[in-house]
């Protein structure tokens, strides 16, 4: 059955009063939006991580603010009533608050409903001036891709007691800011569900265990088109690139054999 998906800001909010969880995948582009969109899931996220899965990067690093805003205004155009939340890239939103301003300004203007930006410490003041502008802003602490380089790659964070506190403390600040809802990546099941009890916005998990109010996945990791490592979060709903391969490989046949087209595929 179809269900009422979420639709705007306020519900990610009503979804956590009443015990609701929250489904958000990515998408990068406008065949993939309109399968989200189709679907009950409730919102999708342009993710920088297009950098990596649709321009073949090895970390989010290089995403730009054009790449994030050619990919919002493709999936907007056809997310219908899907709420879309849009990443702003590596260090947009770390050179002042005009500058971050102006690049909500761009994936704002290009369909996007909310943005997401990694981390709090030391951008404070954007976030305040952000939310104060009306745009709904959604967080992300734990692993954030961003700061690869700093964590000397994709590891698991908020194992030591120490740190722990320190994500605890940051979603705490990113809920005092304003933040509707916050990202919480690949941090311990614990961690997540202490973090998910403690606040009143909703927490989106991608590797924080089954206790968040919601969970985020990569599009092409879901459908198993992302190759062949998978981080222990991801669940395969489909293996997508052998159905696909399959699909590319009876067309060959078939061009090769003389069996495409056939006389119905054929104009008189
Ligand atoms: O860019 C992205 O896809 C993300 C999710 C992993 C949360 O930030």
């Given at each position: 059955?179809?269900?009422?998906?979420?639709?705007?800001?306020?519900?990610?909010?009503?979804?956590?009063?009443?015990?609701?969880?929250?489904?958000?995948?990515?998408?990068?582009?406008?065949?993939?939006?309109?399968?989200?969109?189709?679907?009950?899931?409730?919102?999708?996220?342009?993710?920088?991580?297009?950098?990596?899965?649709?321009?073949?990067?090895?970390?989010?690093?290089?995403?730009?603010?054009?790449?994030?805003?050619?990919?919002?205004?493709?999936?907007?155009?056809?997310?219908?009533?899907?709420?879309?939340?849009?990443?702003l890239?590596?260090?947009?939103y770390?050179?002042?608050v005009?500058?971050a301003i102006?690049a909500v300004?761009?994936?704002m203007?290009?369909?996007?409903?909310a943005v997401?930006l990694?981390?709090?410490?030391?951008h404070?003041d954007v976030i305040r001036q952000i939310v104060g502008s009306g745009v709904p802003v959604?967080?992300?602490?734990?692993?954030?891709?961003?700061?690869?380089?700093?964590?000397?790659?994709?590891?698991?964070?908020?194992?030591?007691?120490?740190?722990?506190?320190?994500?605890?403390?940051?979603?705490?600040?990113?809920?005092?800011l304003g933040c509707?809802?916050?990202?919480?990546?690949?941090?311990?099941?614990?961690?997540?569900?202490?973090?998910?009890?403690?606040?009143?916005?909703?927490?989106?998990?991608?590797?924080?265990?089954?206790?968040?109010?919601?969970?985020?996945?990569?599009?092409?990791?879901?459908?198993?088109?992302?190759?062949?490592?998978?981080?222990?979060?991801?669940?395969?709903?489909?293996?997508?690139?052998?159905?696909?391969?399959?699909?590319?490989?009876?067309?060959?046949?078939?061009?090769?054999?003389?069996?495409?087209?056939?006389?119905?595929?054929?104009?008189?």
């Amino acid at each position: 059955m179809r269900q009422v998906p979420v639709t705007n800001v306020r519900d990610f909010a009503r979804f956590k009063q009443e015990h609701r969880k929250i489904s958000i995948v990515t998408a990068y582009d406008a065949w993939s939006a309109h399968l989200v969109e189709r679907s009950n899931v409730d919102a999708i996220l342009v993710g920088d991580s297009a950098a990596m899965v649709m321009h073949g990067h090895r970390t989010t690093v290089p995403a730009t603010l054009a790449m994030m805003a050619m990919h919002t205004a493709a999936v907007a155009r056809v997310a219908g009533n899907k709420f879309v939340i849009a990443d702003l890239p590596f260090l947009s939103y770390r050179n002042g608050v005009s500058s971050a301003i102006r690049a909500v300004g761009t994936l704002m203007r290009s369909g996007a409903h909310a943005v997401k930006l990694e981390g709090v410490d030391g951008h404070e003041d954007v976030i305040r001036q952000i939310v104060g502008s009306g745009v709904p802003v959604m967080g992300h602490v734990g692993l954030t891709p961003q700061s690869v380089n700093e964590f000397g790659g994709f590891r698991v964070q908020g194992r030591e007691a120490d740190d722990a506190e320190k994500i605890a403390r940051q979603a705490h600040a990113l809920e005092e800011l304003g933040c509707f809802s916050l990202v919480l990546e690949c941090i311990p099941a614990p961690l997540g569900a202490r973090i998910t009890r403690e606040l009143t916005i909703p927490t989106i998990g991608i590797g924080a265990g089954p206790c968040t109010d919601g969970q985020v996945l990569v599009l092409q990791d879901l459908w198993g088109v992302a190759g062949d490592h998978a981080p222990r979060f991801v669940r395969r709903y489909i293996d997508g690139e052998s159905m696909l391969t399959d699909a590319l490989d009876r067309y060959d046949a078939d061009v090769k054999g003389g069996r495409f087209p056939s006389a119905a595929e054929s104009y008189s």
